[in-house]
């Protein structure tokens, strides 16, 4: 018969029913918004012109990216999206960045512009987000072309190999972590545009 020391106990029925609420709600946290149609998103380009995801897509698997200028995780994100349009080509994967939850309109300007980004431009995303439930920075979609979400990075768990826990809640700052977890995010998109544009 195993034996329990006392503290053991007292964490084992303080846990239990913290492991029960986490069962109950881990499946609409893994869902997200994939394998549903993608929500309807018609916002301001740059030079003011109402555009729509389906017309800029084009029928193209499209990445849609919510993010602000001030998020790390954001700027780290960016150069693999740009790296997947050009790996791949503009003709076969777009990539609409929205931008939203600035303090002043021309916020995201340095960090597209700037950094010589060819993506298309959404503007003032703030209530477009609740559609596609953005709770944080990066909202990070895929896309098919029949207009399919496939990939949703708040629908999915990334862990990294070693130390997570230590590493990931306190041992680091926003930029280092996510130096460590954008390539994860980025490697796991970059599989599923892989096997949309498969012949």
């Avoid at 990066?138 to 029949?146: I, K």
């Amino acid at each position: 018969m195993m034996m329990h020391s006392k503290r053991t106990v007292t964490a084992m029925i303080w846990l239990a029913p913290l492991l029960a609420l986490a069962q109950m709600f881990a499946p609409a946290w893994g869902q997200g918004l994939e394998g549903k149609p993608a929500p309807t998103l018609t916002l301001s380009d740059p030079a003011g012109v109402r555009q729509s995801l389906s017309g800029l897509a084009g029928g193209r698997p499209t990445i849609v990216v919510f993010w602000a200028s001030w998020c790390p995780y954001c700027k780290a994100l960016l150069p693999h999206l740009q790296s997947m349009m050009d790996e791949f080509g503009s003709d076969r994967l777009e990539v609409v960045a929205v931008n939203l939850w600035e303090d002043g309109p021309d916020d995201w300007r340095e960090d597209i512009f700037g950094s010589g980004f060819d993506f298309r431009v959404l503007l003032a995303g703030d209530e477009a987000a609740k559609a596609w439930n953005v709770m944080g920075t990066p909202g990070l979609f895929l896309v098919a072309g029949d207009g399919t979400v496939v990939f949703d990075r708040n629908g999915r768990h990334f862990e990294p190999s070693r130390r997570q826990a230590v590493l990931l809640e306190g041992e680091l700052g926003n930029p280092q972590k996510a130096a460590r977890l954008v390539p994860l995010w980025a490697a796991e998109l970059r599989k599923d545009v892989r096997a949309l544009l498969a012949p």
